[in-house]
T-cell receptor, first 116, second 112 residues
Framework: GAVVSQHPSWVICKSGTSVKIECRSL??????MFWYRQFPKQSLMLMAT?????????EQGVEKDKFLINHASLTLSTLTVTSAHPEDSSFYIC????????????FGPGTRLLVL | EDKVVQSPLSLVVHEGDTVTLNCSYE??????LLWYKQEKKAPTFLFML????IEKKSGRLSSILDKKELFSILNITATQTGDSAVYLC????????????FGKGTKLSVIP
């Protein structure tokens, strides 16, 4: 199946710093990438939908100025958590959908963020 | 509001048992239903179902969709300890972005 990578796998940072997470589709072009957040023992919650070359669409309750998304190419999307606080600590997962119209989303391995 | 409900939330079985996981959905402009397996990391794709009544199989796992009754089941036969995971069901709706609405998952524990 299609491969999606995320970097870094783990981040521990101090409160107030910004953290950038990269999501790459390795063997296919992804018109659309999705960013999810998952808190312990909960399901995945969609944060935003990212289309290459255009502004991301954020879900209700997700602050676009806090979670900056850039989808600069068909294989790379980045999520920057600005001025992170302890409540932002979570498991962030990206997924990518191929440009060929197939609906399946393939997930990256996730990034665990711990804000102290 | 789109909604996906999975049951049971948690299940403990012995190795060799057969299990059935349930997923019901209420989604505007439904397109497809997907099953994922999540262990300690991000979900891995199992099946995508778009047509009613056509069973998809992969080894000991199989799944089927009923678009009239708005549900899907995931069967696992001859369970193994390696099947222990959270199984997530998600529905795709609308046109364009194919956003997924996830259920809360079923936590399956297979004990020796």
């Amino acid at each position: 199946g299609a491969v999606v990578s995320q970097h870094p796998s783990w981040v521990i940072c101090k409160s107030g710093t910004s953290v950038k997470i990269e999501c790459r589709s390795l063997d296919f072009q992804a018109t659309t990438m999705f960013w999810y957040r998952q808190f312990p023992k909960q399901s995945l919650m969609l944060m935003a939908t990212s289309n290459e070359g255009s502004k991301a669409t954020y879900e209700q309750g997700v602050e676009k100025d806090k979670f900056l998304i850039n989808h600069a190419s068909l294989t790379l999307s980045t999520l920057t958590v600005t001025s992170a606080h302890p409540e932002d600590s979570s498991f962030y997962i990206c997924s990518a959908r191929a440009s060929t119209g197939i609906e399946t989303q393939y997930f990256g391995p996730g990034t665990r963020l711990l804000v102290l | 509001e789109d909604k996906v409900v999975q049951s049971p939330l948690s299940l403990v079985v012995h190795e060799g048992d057969t299990v059935t996981l349930n997923c019901s959905y209420e989604v505007t402009n439904f397109r497809s239903l997907l099953w994922y397996k999540q262990e300690k990391k991000a979900p891995t794709f199992l099946f995508m179902l778009t047509s009613s009544g056509i069973e998809k199989k992969s080894g000991r796992l199989s799944s089927i969709l009923d678009k009239k009754e708005l549900f899907s089941i995931l069967n696992i036969t001859a369970t193994q300890t390696g099947d222990s995971a959270v199984y997530l069901c998600a529905a795709t709706s609308g046109a364009g972005s194919y956003q997924l609405t996830f259920g809360k998952g079923t936590k399956l524990s297979v004990i020796p």
